[in-house]
């Protein structure tokens, strides 16, 4: 029946038409579609002005389309609402055509509307077009439209492609002279796999410098190609990459097959150096000196090296030049050449290749006459193995001394001398008047420190022992200590200490010393005792001969020179004194001295930089205050430290006096230390050194060989070169009140002895109390300054200050220009949104603040602030309610007329 339906209205159709006032069209949409292969697109079936009265009764169309070019199936036929609101509908593909046919019984459409959606797929590129063919419409009796206009679509097809591009992902830098690596990425950003070869070549400033294949690149994919190049200049270089230069691949973008970039050559340096065995030799000895090529690489291997080894004939005579690398040979004949002038050695070698630091040379040089000679190198070329010559080479040159010298002419320069050495010698001994020793030592080491008369030598050696002259002990340990004084004709008066190792065991040596001294030569008697396996009196004699190898001067550090150490990486420790209640100690570790606080911990910190606050209101516990002492020290150690605190009363002032001592021992030949100590402010300070004055840093008479102190914001800071008794006086005066007078005649009554007459009464906490006493506290404006004295008399208003101290902020940013420079710092940040109507936030922050030029202390620094003034109101109130100054953001919020906590907004 449903045929027999659509055959009559086909007939009808056929048979009858209609004129409109308006043509009708049937179009596909869009007219014009740009596509690649492989993708889809879609078409739209429109149909429009169908007239109101006469509607829409049937349409019948075949939409048809080349099939070898596109391809679409009945699922891809997707109808309107409209067009399935038909009685009757037929949909179906064949042999490139669409045929739609629909037939509406009621509810017919007009006016303008879709019949439906057709996905198509590209198979080839090329253009094609998809057209309306047999196309009827009919109006609600059946009958025909005659003004039918039909719209095409037109499709341009185009081929996929790939796409080809280049960049060099390095170096950034180029090395001149040397081989550099330059690795060029060569990916496919295409939409098409490529099977064929092409080329990739590299340019530089226009000059090809290499080129590669590439079997293929799939979409997505990359391939590293590696060039090598070589900068013979410093300078900047062009470089360009130039992807299938040949043109042989078909690609979507033919304009990106190029990349430029400008690289600049820098040429690495090396250097030669000269090291000698010694700096300071004897008349008549030898020593050497090598030559060592340094910084030498792979990517530029070193082939040849010329020239002079300039010294003083004068003082040192050149035995022999040796080259320790092989050099080249060609038919038989070596290419290195040793020239001997007088003062001078002309020397040169190639060898093939030379990639890594070696010694190249060692030069034997005998000491002649006393004096100084430089070692050094003159018209020195180095080539590399392409030979270009190495422009940046850095040269170092050798100073030797050269002396001959006693012991008494070391005692009577009256300087301070370090010297280091060879010793033979005999010990010889009688123990208990059972025991005979005998030792002798040879090729011992000698070190030791002659200053102001005073004689420390230290004799280490292998000794041959002999016992009762019966038994004989080879390789036995032997040390061996003369401290003494030199008085008239070269005597020695001291103690002798020695050890002797016999058979496992240890016998120890130790007596009174009287000696003289003789050329290089001790020889003396001791008298004492003897610990270990056997013990009693014992008494012999000893003589030392010296072979001096090394002397040099013991001086002082200068201002200038600890001023720049102190700059550098110290040993820092903290030195605990008298009744420190927790022993508060720093492993000796390398830290600047301008951070030595912070190496504290946290609760040392508060102690140590809370004293110049504290310690001028609680000078009755004034002991308790000044406790650890920050040290830098160069040489220096402290072995005893001790405090003494007192106080009076006059004339209504506490006088306080106080007075630390310690000992503190210098254990090098040239050393200094910096002790820190908090004391507060003082009226009046004496510092003292071996029982000497120390003048302030800018004194004119300062003694830079005791040391200085400087003293500011109640931080003595003292640096030594002096040993070993360091006492530090002082003395506080503070004036009191009439009720302070009255609570300590009234000894029943008992009260804190700090007083916080500028507090607010209403903080209970002592803690509180204390902090807003010795705190700066800025507001805003007068609405916050209100609010701000209800914590403390004489608030601050804020403008721009430098915090040095522990401060309280009243108001947010927007009102304290205090808060706005550190809200950042802080975790929560206060605006006028957050967090909110009459909500405040109270937080701590600690801060580093410098207050001398090598000392850093921690303040605390307490924002109390809300996004409006009743905000900050409760902030305050609530903050006066608390025990302890929170770690942590506390919320807070004024309601009902008060201040209450609350959860995070």
Same mark, same amino acid.
């Given at each position: 029946?449903?045929?027999?339906?659509?055959?009559?209205?086909?007939m009808?159709?056929?048979?009858?038409?209609?004129y409109?006032?308006d043509n009708?069209?049937?179009e596909?949409?869009?007219?014009?579609?740009?596509?690649k292969?492989?993708?889809?697109?879609?078409?739209?079936?429109?149909?429009?002005?169908?007239? =109101?009265?006469?509607?829409?009764?049937?349409? &019948?169309?075949?939409?048809?389309?080349n099939?070898?070019?596109?391809?679409?199936?009945?699922?891809?036929?997707?109808l309107?609402?409209?067009?399935?609101?038909?009685?009757?509908k037929?949909v179906?593909?064949?042999?490139?055509?669409?045929?739609?046919?629909? $037939?509406?019984?009621n509810?017919?459409?007009?006016g303008?509307?879709?019949?439906?959606?057709?996905?198509f797929?590209?198979?080839n590129?090329?253009?094609?077009?998809v057209?309306?063919?047999?196309?009827?419409?009919?109006?609600?009796?059946?009958?025909?439209?005659?003004n039918?206009?039909?719209?095409?679509s #037109?499709?341009?097809?185009?081929?996929?492609?790939p796409?080809?591009v280049?960049?060099?992902t390095s170096?950034?830098?180029?090395?001149?002279?040397a081989?550099?690596?330059v690795?060029?990425?060569?990916?496919?950003?295409?939409?098409?796999?490529?099977?064929?070869?092409?080329?990739?070549k590299?340019?530089?400033?226009?000059?090809?410098?290499?080129?590669?294949?590439?079997?293929g690149?799939?979409?997505?994919?990359?391939?590293?190609?590696?060039?090598?190049?070589?900068p013979?200049?410093e300078?900047?270089?062009?470089?360009?990459?130039?992807?299938?230069?040949?043109?042989?691949?078909?690609?979507?973008?033919?304009?990106?097959?190029?990349?430029v970039?400008e690289?600049?050559a820098?040429?690495?340096? /090396? +250097?030669v150096?000269?090291?000698?065995?010694?700096n300071i030799?004897?008349?008549?000895?030898t020593?050497?000196?090598?030559i060592?090529?340094?910084?030498i690489?792979?990517?530029?291997?070193?082939?040849?090296?010329?020239g002079?080894?300039?010294y003083?004939?004068?003082?040192?005579?050149?035995?022999?030049f040796?080259f320790?690398?092989?050099?080249?040979?060609?038919n038989g004949?070596?290419?290195?050449n040793?020239?001997?002038e007088?003062?001078?050695?002309?020397?040169?070698?190639m060898?093939?290749?030379?990639?890594?630091?070696l010694t190249?040379?060692?030069?034997?040089?005998?000491?002649?006459?006393?004096g100084n000679?430089?070692?050094? @190198?003159?018209?020195?070329v180095?080539?590399d193995?392409?030979g %270009?010559?190495?422009?940046?080479v850095?040269?170092?040159k050798?100073?030797i001394?050269?002396?001959t010298?006693t012991?008494e002419q070391?005692? #009577?320069?009256?300087k301070?001398?370090?010297?280091?050495?060879l010793?033979?010698g005999?010990?010889?001994? =009688?123990?208990?008047?059972?025991?005979?020793?005998?030792?002798?030592?040879?090729e011992?080491?000698v070190?030791? /420190?002659?200053?102001?008369?005073?004689?420390?030598?230290?004799?280490v050696?292998?000794?041959k022992?002999?016992?009762?002259e019966? !038994?004989?002990?080879?390789?036995?340990?032997f040390?061996?200590?003369?401290?003494?004084?030199?008085?008239?004709?070269?005597?020695i008066?001291?103690?002798?200490?020695?050890?002797?190792?016999?058979?496992?065991?240890?016998?120890?040596?130790?007596?009174?010393?009287n000696?003289?001294? +003789?050329?290089?030569?001790?020889?003396?008697s001791?008298?004492?005792?003897v610990?270990g396996p056997?013990?009693?009196?014992?008494?012999?004699?000893v003589?030392f001969t010296?072979?001096l190898? !090394?002397?040099s001067e013991?001086?002082?550090? #200068?201002k200038e020179e600890?001023?720049?150490i102190k700059?550098?990486?110290?040993?820092?420790?903290?030195i605990?004194?008298? !009744?420190?209640?927790?022993n508060?100690?720093?492993? @000796?570790?390398?830290?600047s001295l301008?951070?030595?606080?912070?190496k504290?911990n946290?609760?040392?910190?508060e102690k140590?930089?809370?004293?110049?606050?504290v310690?001028?209101?609680?000078?009755e516990?004034?002991?308790?205050?000044?406790?650890p002492?920050?040290?830098?020290?160069e040489?220096?150690n402290?072995?005893?430290?001790?405090?003494n $605190?007192? !106080?009076?009363?006059?004339n209504n002032?506490?006088?306080?006096?106080?007075?630390?001592?310690?000992?503190?021992?210098? *254990?090098?030949?040239?050393?200094?230390?910096?002790i820190?100590?908090?004391?507060g402010?003082?009226?009046?300070?004496n510092v003292?050194?071996?029982?000497? &004055?120390l003048?302030?840093?800018?004194d004119?008479e300062?003694?830079?060989?005791?040391?200085w102190?400087v003293y500011q914001?109640?931080?003595?800071?003292?640096t030594?070169v002096?040993?070993?008794?360091? &006492?530090v006086?002082?003395v506080?005066? /503070?004036?009191i009140?009439?009720?302070e *007078?009255y609570?300590?005649?009234?000894t029943?009554?008992?009260?804190?002895a700090?007083?916080?007459?500028?507090?607010?009464?209403?903080?209970?906490?002592?803690i509180l109390k204390?902090f807003?006493?010795?705190?700066?506290? %800025?507001?805003?404006?007068?609405?916050?300054?209100?609010?701000?004295?209800?914590?403390k008399?004489?608030?601050?208003?804020?403008?721009d200050?430098?915090?040095?101290?522990d401060?309280?902020?009243?108001?947010?940013?927007?009102?304290?220009?205090?808060?706005k420079k550190?809200?950042?710092?802080?975790?929560i940040k206060?605006?006028n949104? %957050?967090p909110g109507?009459?909500k405040?936030?109270?937080e701590m922050?600690k801060?580093?603040?410098?207050?001398?030029?090598h000392?850093?202390?921690?303040?605390?620094?307490?924002?109390l602030a809300? +996004?409006?003034?009743?905000g900050?109101k409760a902030?305050?109130?609530?903050?006066k309610?608390l025990?302890?100054?929170p770690?942590e953001?506390?919320? $807070?919020e004024?309601k009902?007329?008060?201040?209450?906590r /609350?959860e995070?907004?």
């Amino acid at each position: 029946m449903k045929w027999k339906v659509i055959m009559f209205i086909l007939m009808l159709l056929s048979i009858v038409s209609i004129y409109g006032e308006d043509n009708i069209i049937v179009e596909l949409d869009p007219s014009n579609v740009n596509t690649k292969v492989g993708d889809t697109f879609n078409l739209t079936l429109n149909v429009k002005n169908i007239p =109101n009265n006469t509607k829409c009764g049937g349409l &019948e169309t075949y939409i048809c389309f080349n099939s070898s070019i596109l391809n679409i199936t009945k699922d891809n036929i997707i109808l309107s609402n409209i067009a399935n609101s038909a009685n009757l509908k037929d949909v179906s593909v064949l042999n490139g055509k669409v045929w739609i046919s629909l $037939v509406w019984f009621n509810n017919q459409p007009s006016g303008n509307f879709t019949i439906a959606t057709l996905r198509f797929k590209a198979l080839n590129s090329t253009k094609t077009e998809v057209y309306l063919k047999g196309t009827k419409i009919s109006n609600n009796e059946g009958i025909a439209y005659e003004n039918v206009k039909l719209k095409n679509s #037109s499709v341009t097809i185009i081929p996929i492609k790939p796409d080809l591009v280049g960049e060099i992902t390095s170096p950034k830098l180029l090395k001149a002279y040397a081989n550099n690596t330059v690795s060029v990425l060569v990916r496919n950003i295409g939409e098409r796999n490529i099977t064929n070869n092409f080329s990739v070549k590299l340019l530089v400033d226009t000059n090809e410098v290499g080129s590669s294949i590439i079997n293929g690149l799939n979409v997505g994919e990359s391939k590293e190609i590696n060039f090598t190049f070589i900068p013979t200049e410093e300078r900047n270089y062009v470089l360009c990459i130039l992807v299938d230069c040949n043109n042989n691949i078909d690609e979507s973008n033919e304009s990106n097959n190029k990349y430029v970039t400008e690289l600049y050559a820098i040429e690495e340096p /090396i +250097s030669v150096n000269l090291i000698p065995s010694t700096n300071i030799i004897k008349t008549g000895k030898t020593f050497e000196v090598n030559i060592v090529l340094n910084n030498i690489t792979a990517n530029r291997p070193v082939k040849a090296i010329e020239g002079i080894l300039v010294y003083d004939p004068n003082v040192l005579e050149c035995e022999n030049f040796t080259f320790l690398i092989n050099a080249s040979k060609e038919n038989g004949i070596l290419f290195e050449n040793i020239t001997y002038e007088k003062g001078k050695v002309l020397f040169k070698i190639m060898d093939g290749n030379i990639n890594h630091s070696l010694t190249i040379a060692t030069v034997k040089f005998k000491a002649l006459n006393d004096g100084n000679s430089d070692i050094k @190198l003159t018209n020195l070329v180095v080539s590399d193995a392409n030979g %270009y010559k190495f422009n940046k080479v850095f040269i170092n040159k050798a100073n030797i001394k050269i002396f001959t010298i006693t012991l008494e002419q070391i005692i #009577s320069s009256n300087k301070s001398l370090e010297i280091h050495g060879l010793v033979n010698g005999n010990v010889t001994g =009688n123990i208990n008047n059972e025991y005979n020793i005998h030792a002798t030592i040879s090729e011992g080491e000698v070190s030791g /420190i002659i200053k102001d008369k005073k004689v420390m030598l230290k004799i280490v050696g292998n000794a041959k022992l002999n016992i009762n002259e019966k !038994e004989t002990l080879y390789n036995t340990k032997f040390e061996g200590i003369i401290n003494g004084t030199v008085v008239d004709n070269n005597k020695i008066v001291g103690k002798f200490i020695g050890s002797i190792s016999i058979k496992g065991y240890t016998v120890n040596i130790s007596g009174d010393f009287n000696g003289y001294i +003789s050329d290089n030569t001790i020889r003396g008697s001791y008298t004492g005792n003897v610990e270990g396996p056997i013990t009693g009196p014992c008494s012999g004699n000893v003589v030392f001969t010296l072979e001096l190898l !090394e002397v040099s001067e013991i001086l002082p550090y #200068s201002k200038e020179e600890i001023k720049t150490i102190k700059k550098k990486n110290i040993n820092v420790s903290i030195i605990p004194l008298k !009744e420190i209640p927790v022993n508060i100690t720093i492993p @000796l570790v390398n830290v600047s001295l301008d951070k030595v606080l912070e190496k504290i911990n946290e609760s040392a910190i508060e102690k140590v930089i809370n004293v110049v606050k504290v310690v001028d209101v609680d000078v009755e516990n004034i002991s308790e205050y000044i406790k650890p002492v920050a040290v830098a020290s160069e040489g220096f150690n402290i072995t005893k430290t001790d405090t003494n $605190v007192n !106080e009076t009363i006059v004339n209504n002032k506490k006088i306080v006096k106080g007075k630390i001592t310690m000992n503190v021992v210098n *254990t090098s030949k040239k050393g200094f230390i910096t002790i820190i100590i908090p004391i507060g402010n003082v009226v009046s300070l004496n510092v003292t050194v071996d029982n000497k &004055e120390l003048k302030e840093f800018n004194d004119p008479e300062v003694n830079t060989s005791l040391g200085w102190y400087v003293y500011q914001e109640g931080i003595l800071e003292i640096t030594l070169v002096k040993d070993p008794i360091l &006492e530090v006086e002082f003395v506080k005066e /503070i004036n009191i009140t009439k009720e302070e *007078t009255y609570e300590r005649r009234n000894t029943w009554k008992t009260s804190p002895a700090i007083r916080y007459h500028d507090v607010a009464e209403d903080v209970k906490s002592y803690i509180l109390k204390t902090f807003i006493q010795v705190s700066n506290v %800025y507001a805003g404006n007068d609405i916050d300054l209100n609010f701000a004295k209800g914590l403390k008399k004489n608030p601050i208003l804020a403008t721009d200050e430098k915090i040095t101290k522990d401060t309280i902020l009243i108001g947010g940013p927007v009102a304290n220009p205090l808060t706005k420079k550190l809200m950042d710092k802080f975790p929560i940040k206060v605006t006028n949104e %957050y967090p909110g109507k009459n909500k405040g936030v109270i937080e701590m922050i600690k801060l580093n603040v410098k207050i001398s030029d090598h000392l850093y202390k921690e303040v605390k620094v307490l924002l109390l602030a809300g +996004s409006d003034r009743w905000g900050t109101k409760a902030a305050v109130e609530y903050f006066k309610t608390l025990d302890n100054i929170p770690e942590e953001p506390i919320f $807070v919020e004024w309601k009902d007329g008060k201040a209450v906590r /609350i959860e995070k907004p």
